[in-house]
């Protein structure tokens, strides 16, 4: 079956832009959680949502970062004001339920310059 | 921080065994050994999990220490695709976040 997505796979965006990432999720999986990954390190945590709601939003590093899942499926991560150290590989992964194992999309490689 | 130690690479020869240990010293019981790996350029691969038990499946073997401090992630015959980053990573039941390391890079070499 069709796994996790992600749209774009690079986006490059200048200091002080707003961007869009988006991912689908398996579906009918009811988790969907985002995370940053940058060179060299393991995926960081950012949030969590069950269903609708964002269940978690710990990691999300500032104000700037942003997202949402309107429907419980499709999620979208915003960021505002891009700064270069958002600079990374943003990670979305699904599950079935919240303590399930979590599947990977592809990723988003955003570069801010 | 991440609770697991690994070491940071390893190679293999082609066709062989690849074995990957993991030190989880201070896992408490109710936490499960989770491995993922990462190909190049791709998003992280769910490999297997376990709690005490050793476990297999398709991809691999999981061996868990009578004492739960360590464990090895067994491919029975490495090809050359598993070359990648493995994550090893202890997760309690109740808590969905994954905490990762920086994982061992994998070279599987002809």
């Known amino acids: 079956g069709a796994g996790v997505s992600q749209t774009p796979s690079n986006k490059v965006t200048e200091k002080g832009k707003y961007v869009e990432l988006r991912c689908d999720p398996i579906s009918g999986h009811t988790a969907l959680y985002w995370y940053r990954q940058s060179l060299g390190q393991g995926p960081e945590f950012l949030i969590y949502?069950?269903?609708?709601?964002?269940?978690?939003d710990s990691g999300l590093p500032n104000d700037r970062f942003f997202a949402v899942r309107p429907e419980g499926s499709v999620s979208t991560l915003k960021i505002q004001r891009t700064e270069r150290g958002d600079s990374a590989v943003y990670l979305c992964a699904s599950s079935l339920r919240v303590l399930n194992e979590q599947f990977f999309g592809p990723g988003t490689r955003l570069t801010v310059l | 921080d991440a609770k697991t130690t690994q070491p940071p690479s390893m190679d293999c020869a082609e066709g062989r065994a690849a074995n990957l240990p993991c030190n989880h010293s201070t896992i408490s019981g109710n936490e499960y050994v989770y491995w993922y790996r990462q190909i190049h350029s791709q998003g992280p691969q769910y490999i297997i999990h376990?709690?005490?038990?050793?476990e297999t499946n398709e991809m691999a073997s999981l061996i868990i220490t009578e004492d739960r401090k360590s464990s090895t992630l067994i491919l029975p015959h490495a090809t050359l695709r598993d070359t990648a980053v493995y994550y090893c990573i202890v997760r309690p039941d109740s808590n969905y976040q994954l905490i990762w390391g920086a994982g061992t890079k994998l070279i599987i070499k002809p």
């Open positions: 949502f069950q269903g609708t709601g964002a269940a978690d």
């Open positions: 376990g709690l005490k038990n050793n």
